[in-house]
């Protein structure tokens, strides 16, 4: 028979981790940013003009539309294989998990607290004019300016101080460590 020999060391070997994201955890990366531009957009245009509630109405589709895309990701980053982590003191990759962990978090949060926010103002979610999400809480003012707080005064400002964390984090690995760690989500 030609069947390779059975060789003992073959059961203790692990297999390699790629040193690369897969294809689907990239495309999700870089998909929640353009869909944060986008919202972030649709807000500042709803501020700086008077075309009533259309910037505002895509703003909330568009933040809707983020919180499925995350549900996706999550998904697809358990499925993913993990790369080899990055070569640094311990404190980094702390520091690191945590952001990352920590930006999962906050791109739920800011959706889902505008959902709220909504819902609570006794109004419903036009998607795109395809289709309504009608509310399906009981009005409640006090609720709704929780919410609305907590969209506009908490999470917001977090993750946009993670968000530079995290930038400055890969500007750091790439631009001065010179590990090329932008290969690895590109
Ligand atoms: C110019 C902007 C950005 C750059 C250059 C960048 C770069 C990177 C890099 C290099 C990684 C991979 C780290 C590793 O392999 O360990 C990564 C992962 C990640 N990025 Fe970004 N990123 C950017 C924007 C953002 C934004 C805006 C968010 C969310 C608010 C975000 C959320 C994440 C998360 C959650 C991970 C972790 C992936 C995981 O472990 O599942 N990134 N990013
Ligand atoms: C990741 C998703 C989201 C992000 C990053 C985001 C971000 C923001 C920001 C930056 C503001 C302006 C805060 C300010 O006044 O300076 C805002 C306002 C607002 N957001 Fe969102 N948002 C998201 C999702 C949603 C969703 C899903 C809804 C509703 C379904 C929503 C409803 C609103 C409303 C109604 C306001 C106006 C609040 C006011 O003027 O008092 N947002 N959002």
Do not use: C, E
């Not at 700086?48 to 109405?57: E, F, I, K, N, V």
């Not at 791109?107 to 036009?126: E, N, Q, V």
């Not at 993750?159 to 400055?168: E, G, R, W």
């Amino acid at each position: 028979m030609s069947m390779a020999p059975n060789n003992t060391r073959s059961n203790t070997v692990t297999a390699v981790k790629p040193n690369k994201w897969s294809s689907a955890v990239k495309i999700f990366h870089w998909g929640s940013v353009l869909l944060l531009i986008v919202v972030w957009g649709m807000i500042t245009l709803h501020k700086g003009s008077s075309a009533g509630d259309t910037y505002l109405d895509l703003h909330r589709a568009f933040g809707v539309s983020l919180l499925f895309w995350m549900i996706a990701r999550v998904i697809s980053r358990i499925v993913s294989p993990t790369p080899a982590s990055v070569p640094m003191p311990k404190w980094q990759t702390a520091v690191s998990h945590l952001t990352h962990l920590l930006l999962y978090v906050l791109l739920f949060a800011m959706p889902l607290s505008g959902i709220l926010m909504t819902w609570y103002g006794g109004r419903s979610i036009d998607m795109f004019g395809l289709f309504q999400l009608p509310s399906i809480l009981a009005t409640d003012r006090g609720q709704a300016r929780f919410f609305n707080n907590l969209h506009t005064d908490v999470i917001w400002p977090t993750l946009l101080v993670f968000t530079a964390l995290h930038i400055l984090g890969a500007l750091q690995h790439q631009f001065i460590k010179k590990d090329n760690i932008m290969s690895r989500i590109k």
